[in-house]
């Protein structure tokens, strides 16, 4: 294959990639990483680091969107951030000592996880109960708009969401993903922060931590420009027109045949690196 | 009200530099790849086997000497560090709003951040 069609091929896959991810909000990292690698045979680390930067390019984006909207927590994503942007530069570490293959079954395994944890329920806590101690004292509290106007909410269990968000910034850097599910688990989850506020924050921490792996990919030469270009313009292209469906199309059905596909390539991705490591 | 907000300002400011940076980023990396498969569209590619790449695509010197001379990969590659520039430029101006807000602890957490940051940039080598 020559590197034209290749770039075409990619450039079209990341497309479709791109508009998949921000449907699901998966982000688009977790369709590019098995498009690379089970379709066009890409290693894993090359397709790690362009997909790395394609996250960066939609959180980047994507932000000042949310910012407008004024739901994100900036002391809660900063605060978390230390947390993900150190387990980032740890597992981008990692990535140069594990074999594509074992890479391949932690891959698999964080898809399927992802399309259970997009099944969860999620409700917007009714009351203000007590105010969490630490979170208060590191002023985590905040106020999201709400069609009844401007709403207080409380923040909880710091310690936990900063656990969940090493092992969400490892991920990121061991493989190439924003790893928003395991963010919004931490924020949603553990802190208990409205949902809205858990997604637009996780969107700036996306950003964030895909750069601190990203820097550690490109001195380690994982970066590949002529596979980033396609990568980077493709997801860019297709997330955008994702977001713009988004607002439209909020069909059950929709999120159940992706969560499909999700599964579909995570249980290949696993099959992959087992057959690899053989 | 509790003090959970950032100057709206200064957000939107940071937003809006935000989109100029992944626009101006976008723009290079398709430039760069004008160039990269004018030169070598017709030749085989080959991703199969994990090389690293060429030690001036690795670091920020090499690759602008290289974008200097017009280089398609190169210039992606100008591209793509200037997509890594606009998070870091946003923790960088977060550090500036939580200073207008007098905000002691969090322009620490964020400097923190930001050496996290500029620590992976240059190799984040122990």
């Keep these: 294959m020559t590197i034209a069609e290749l770039s075409a091929i990619v450039g079209i896959g990341s497309i479709a990639a791109g508009f998949l991810g921000a449907l699901t909000g998966l982000g688009g990292g977790v369709v590019v990483v098995p498009l690379l690698t089970l379709l066009l045979g890409v290693d894993i680390h090359y397709a790690a680091g362009a997909a790395l930067i394609s996250v960066i390019a939609t959180s980047s984006g994507a932000a000042s969107a949310y910012v407008r909207d004024g739901y994100s927590n900036l002391r809660v994503g900063m605060l978390l951030e230390i947390a993900t942007t150190l387990g980032a530069v740890a597992g981008a570490t990692l990535a140069v000592y594990f ?3 074992i890479i391949s079954v932690v891959f698999g395994v ?3 996880a992802s399309a259970a944890l997009s099944f969860r329920r999620h409700e917007d806590p009714s009351e203000l109960g007590p105010p969490d101690p630490l979170a208060a004292r590191l002023r985590l509290d905040g106020v999201y708009p709400t069609p009844a106007g401007p709403r ?6 710091v310690p936990t969401a900063s656990s969940l968000m090493f092992v969400a910034g490892l991920l990121s850097g061991l493989l190439g993903i924003g790893s928003g ?6 924020l949603d989850g553990a802190m208990r922060l409205p949902f809205k506020v858990s997604t637009t924050t996780s969107n700036f921490m996306i950003g964030v931590t895909a750069a601190a792996s990203a820097g550690v990919y490109l001195h380690r030469g994982y970066i590949d420009p002529g596979l980033a270009m396609p990568v980077m313009l493709g997801v860019l292209v297709g997330s955008i027109a994702g977001a713009g469906v988004l607002a439209r199309v909020q069909s059950r059905v929709l999120r159940l045949v992706f969560a499909a596909v999700i599964v579909a390539l995570g249980a290949e991705m696993i099959a992959n690196g087992l057959r690899g490591e053989l | 009200m509790p003090g959970a907000w950032t100057d709206q300002r200064v957000e939107r400011a940071i937003g809006r530099l935000l989109r100029v940076g992944v626009v101006s980023a976008a723009a290079l990396v398709a430039a ?5 498969l004018a030169r070598h569209g017709g030749e085989l590619a080959d991703y199969r086997v994990f090389r690293g790449e060429r030690a001036d695509l690795r670091s920020v010197r090499g690759v602008l000497s290289g974008a200097r001379e017009l280089a398609g990969r190169d210039v992606i590659q100008l591209g793509l560090l200037v997509l890594l520039a606009t998070p870091v430029a946003r923790v960088a101006f977060s550090v500036v709003a939580f200073a207008f807000e007098r905000d002691r602890l969090y322009v620490a957490v964020t400097l923190v951040v930001l050496a996290i940051l500029l620590w992976s940039m240059a190799g984040g080598t122990f």
Excluded: W
Excluded at chain 1, 181 to 186: I, R
């Design chain 1, 181 to 186: 599910a395991v963010k919004v688990l931490a």
């Design chain 2, 32 to 36: 760069g790849g004008v160039l990269y």
């Design chain 1, 152 to 157: 207080a909410y409380r923040s909880h269990r």
């Design chain 1, 99 to 101: 074999a594509a293959s």
């Design chain 1, 110 to 112: 964080v898809l399927l």
